[in-house]
């Protein structure tokens, strides 16, 4: 009787921890481009919010609220306005299919694709110890990137034939056009 309530307890126990972590790794949350560009506004780190607000990344929500985006949505079928069709926001924001708990209260959605719509939700990595260890920083929710077909891959999920305008993907041009590599000393 004793042991069998010493291993139930164990069991417990263990169960309990591995649900806990799996919770920590579900809890990443969206931080936001600002908070990311408090930092990655600096010349000497390579200004990657500059390089980002230049791209058309920047205003890939905006361009929903444009007539031709709810032309294109009407001529696709949808009742809906272009930024309210989720067929459209999927491609167009950051947190599309996000539950409003995981936005941290500086996230906007207005700000199209973000940095963490290709490095992963910021909030556990985004701190300054963290940032400059990158295996912690990918133990952290940092998405890491193998090779430049990785890159390419990602690029794909939104860059293909389900999108309206679509019409190819050069990913060597496109990447080289939007790059933001940290300056080597
Ligand atoms: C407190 C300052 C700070 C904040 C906030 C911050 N970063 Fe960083 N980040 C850094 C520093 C410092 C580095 C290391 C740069 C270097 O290589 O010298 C870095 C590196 C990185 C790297 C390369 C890391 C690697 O290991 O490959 C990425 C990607 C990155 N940051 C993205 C982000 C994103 C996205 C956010 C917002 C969610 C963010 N950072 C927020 C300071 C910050
Ligand atoms: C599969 C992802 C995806 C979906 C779904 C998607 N888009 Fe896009 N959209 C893109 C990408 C990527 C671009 C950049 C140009 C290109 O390659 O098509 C873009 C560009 C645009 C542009 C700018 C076109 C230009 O030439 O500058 C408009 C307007 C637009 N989309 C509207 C819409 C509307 C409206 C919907 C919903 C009916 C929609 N998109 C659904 C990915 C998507
Ligand atoms: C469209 C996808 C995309 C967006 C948006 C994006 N990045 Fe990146 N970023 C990448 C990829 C891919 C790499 C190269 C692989 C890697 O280093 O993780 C990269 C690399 C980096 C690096 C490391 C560069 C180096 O030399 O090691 C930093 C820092 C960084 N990004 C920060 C940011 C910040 C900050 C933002 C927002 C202002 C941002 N990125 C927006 C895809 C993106
Ligand atoms: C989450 C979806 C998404 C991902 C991932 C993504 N993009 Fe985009 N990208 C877009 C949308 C949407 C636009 C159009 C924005 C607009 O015109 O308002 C766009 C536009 C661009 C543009 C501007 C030129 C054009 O075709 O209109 C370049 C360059 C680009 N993306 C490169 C990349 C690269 C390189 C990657 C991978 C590292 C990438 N993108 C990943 C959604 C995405």
């Not at 906007?108 to 260890?133: F, L, R, T, V, W």
């Not at 860059?159 to 041009?173: A, E, G, I, Q, R």
Request: aromatic content about 8%; charged content about 25%; proline content about 3%.
């Amino acid at each position: 009787m004793k042991k069998i309530t010493v291993s139930t307890l164990t069991l417990f126990i263990i169960s309990l921890f591995s649900f806990s972590t799996i919770l920590a790794q579900d809890t990443h949350t969206f931080v936001g481009v600002k908070k990311c560009g408090m930092c990655h506004k600096k010349d000497k780190i390579g200004n990657q919010l500059k390089i980002w607000k230049n791209s058309e990344h920047a205003k890939a929500y905006i361009t929903l609220k444009t007539p031709e985006a709810d032309k294109i949505a009407t001529e696709k079928g949808f009742k809906t306005k272009a930024a309210e069709t989720p067929e459209c926001l999927t491609c167009h924001i950051t947190s599309y299919n996000v539950e409003a708990s995981m936005l941290g209260s500086k996230f906007k959605i207005e700000d199209g694709i973000q940095c963490e719509s290709c490095h992963g939700a910021g909030s556990d990595y985004k701190k300054k110890k963290i940032m400059k260890n990158h295996a912690k920083a990918v133990a952290n929710g940092l998405t890491e990137y193998k090779d430049n077909a990785a890159i390419k891959a990602q690029c794909l999920t939104c860059h293909n034939d389900k999108s309206p305008t679509y019409k190819d993907f050069d990913f060597n041009k496109r990447w080289a056009e939007i790059a933001h590599p940290v300056p080597t000393k």
